[in-house]
């Protein structure tokens, strides 16, 4: 049972307990290791209730210049150079989701440009929207968790307006939309669900962020900290304006700053005693 929030009567909101439905479970995830950061425990809790599950990476993550110039000693990075970091992080998002019992034919890489989302909501581009609404009518899910609009990374801002268009568009049953916000705070009063993991589903969740191996040499502890004890997702943003290419500019400062200077200690807890376990162990060295 997780608690839900449903809007009524403009700010004043009812809560009411039910069983989310995970019969048909839709994950958009703006680049590999997102789904697992956000929705490790969900995706667990999908597979145990005999539901399906669909993953789509929108991005292969393949603009991420720190962590390749640092881990291939290199300072330009070229297209080519892009393309085998691109390709190196799919290959981790599909070890990723091995480790959460997760089939690699759920899941589908569309090959949008990374960190540049963002430019092609302004220019009304609409190859991501229409190949969402192809993929909500084709699956027709129960369930679709996509990032949020108030999430400080541009892709994810962006990629939330394009799946809350792609829900309107689309000729079938609205199912339900929960949001995710990985990159800075959420709005409490949006909570719309959360789900409780265990001991184990914690674990797993665990090796799965342990997979990105390439993401793991600059921002471990930042990364393995969203092992925590529960997931939240929250309410549908179609109240929400689009963002602007000032606020899209000044969320990305503000993450840029939180990942270099601040983290929040209180949520980099580990979830098992030792920080080096077998299943990271084993996910380095399929790198090596």
Same mark, same amino acid.
């Given at each position: ?107 589908? /890489? !569309? ?9 092609? %909501?302004?220019?009304? @581009?609409?190859?991501? +929207?229409? #190949? &969402? ?89 930042? /990364? !393995? ?9 929250? %309410?549908?943003?179609? @109240?929400?304006?689009? +963002?602007? #290419? &000032? ?42």
């Amino acid at each position: 049972m997780i608690e839900m929030k449903t809007p009524d009567d403009g700010a004043r909101r009812t809560t009411q307990r039910v069983a989310p439905e995970l019969a048909r479970t839709l994950i958009v995830a703006p680049h590999p290791d997102d789904d697992a950061i956000a929705t490790g425990g969900l995706m667990q809790k999908v597979l145990a209730s005999g539901g399906r599950l669909r993953i789509l990476f929108v991005t292969d993550g393949e603009s991420n210049p720190w962590p390749q110039r640092f881990q291939q000693r290199k300072i330009v990075i070229t297209a080519a150079d892009r393309a085998e970091w691109g390709a190196l992080r799919r290959a981790e998002a599909i070890c990723s989701l091995a480790s959460l019992g997760v089939p690699s034919d759920t899941a589908s /890489f !569309l090959g949008f440009p990374d960190q540049r989302m963002s430019s092609l %909501l302004f220019s009304g @581009d609409q190859r991501l +929207p229409q #190949r &969402l609404v192809q993929e909500i009518e084709q699956f027709r899910p129960t369930l679709i968790a996509a990032p949020s609009k108030l999430d400080l990374h541009p892709d994810h801002r962006a990629i939330s307006c394009f799946v809350h268009d792609a829900v309107k568009r689309a000729a079938v049953e609205h199912p339900a939309l929960v949001t995710y916000v990985i990159h800075g705070g959420a709005d409490d009063h949006r909570l719309s669900s959360r789900f409780e993991l265990t001991a184990e589903e914690r674990q797993r969740k665990r090796a799965a962020i342990a997979c990105h191996v390439s993401q793991l040499a600059l921002s471990r502890e930042r /990364f !393995l900290a969203h092992a925590r004890s529960s997931e939240m997702f929250y %309410l549908p943003e179609d @109240d929400l304006e689009r +963002p602007g #290419r &000032l606020r899209l500019w000044s969320g990305w400062m503000r993450h840029v700053f939180r990942v270099l200077f601040w983290w929040p200690k209180s949520e980099a807890a580990p979830v098992v005693a030792d920080p080096d376990t077998p299943s990271e162990r084993k996910a380095r060295a399929a790198h090596v």
